[in-house]
């Protein structure tokens, strides 16, 4: 779910027009937190609070992104 949920959150966070550094201003987290999220090398330590943050910055409710990380998921399954 790591993978899909970062691809999620990365395309909505460049389809906005925003930078890592802004989400992790949000998060309050440095931006190599969010670069080791999106490149899907680890989960945070607070994966909520982190799609949280990127829900606020992106204007969003946090569930849409967990949302179309489970659309992702399915549309590779098939």
Same mark, same amino acid.
């Given at each position: 779910?790591l993978?899909? @949920?970062?691809? /999620?959150? +990365?395309?909505? +966070?460049e389809? /906005?027009g925003r930078?890592?550094?802004?989400?992790?201003?949000?998060?309050?987290?440095d931006?190599?937190?969010?670069? +080791?999220? *999106?490149?899907?090398?680890?989960?945070? =330590?607070?994966?909520? +609070?982190?799609? /949280?943050?990127?829900?606020?910055?992106? !204007?969003? *409710?946090?569930?849409?992104?967990?949302?179309?990380a @489970? =659309? @992702?998921?399915?549309d590779? @399954? !098939?």
């Open positions: 779910m993978y899909w @949920l970062a691809v /999620a959150c +990365r395309t909505a +966070r389809s /906005a930078l890592q550094v802004h989400i992790g201003a949000s998060a309050n987290v931006q190599s937190t969010i670069n +080791r999220f *999106e490149k899907h090398i680890a989960w945070p =330590r607070d994966a909520d +609070r982190l799609i /949280a943050a990127y829900a606020e910055d992106l !204007g969003v *409710e946090p569930v849409q992104l967990w949302r179309e @489970l =659309r @992702l998921w399915q590779a @399954l !098939g």
